[in-house]
């Protein structure tokens, strides 16, 4: 997936680097996140309720083993948000937004089986003169013709 800001386009980005830390680490079966995330995260969910896998792995529900997050894509949004991407097949589609602050995970939003777009709503000079612009969108290859809901996400 193509970049969508000057800062997701290298890939010394420390945002990035957190994120991908962090996947890294869980699919080793390495438990030393604590580092990587706040101890207060703030966590939505959106998708079938039976599949909050990733908060079944970093509470130690799951391992490693039960459900692997490997992502296609990792790509930094603006200042704050970073977005994994994933799927495997054509019957499991995940997105991660992840919020970090001062270098570590404070927010997260994991959509399931489910499209997102994510739009910059801050900036009222571009929103009134063309609407809000596009961060990023949902872009699952193999999954293009799947019917799923779709979702906006405001930042």
């Known amino acids: ?50 599949c909050h896998y990733m908060m079944k792995t970093l509470t130690g529900k799951f391992s490693a083993a039960d459900f692997k997050f490997e992502p296609r ?13 994933g799927w495997e097949g054509d019957q499991v589609y995940w997105v991660h937004v992840w919020t970090l602050q001062n270098g570590v995970i404070t927010q997260f939003r994991e959509y399931f089986n489910t499209w997102l777009t994510v739009k910059d709503l801050r900036r009222p000079l571009v929103r009134c003169m063309s609407g809000a612009a596009t961060l990023w969108r949902s872009n699952p290859q193999d999954l293009a013709k799947r019917s799923l809901p779709e979702l906006m996400l405001a930042i």
């Open 73 to 85: 894509s990792i790509d930094a949004v603006d200042d704050e948000c970073v977005i994994g991407e």
């Open 1 to 50: 997936m193509e970049a969508h800001s000057a800062a997701a386009a290298s890939p010394e980005n420390p945002k990035i680097g957190t994120v991908r830390r962090l996947y890294e680490a869980l699919a080793a079966g390495n438990r030393r996140i604590s580092g990587l995330i706040a101890s207060d995260l703030e966590w939505w969910f959106h998708g079938p309720q039976n």
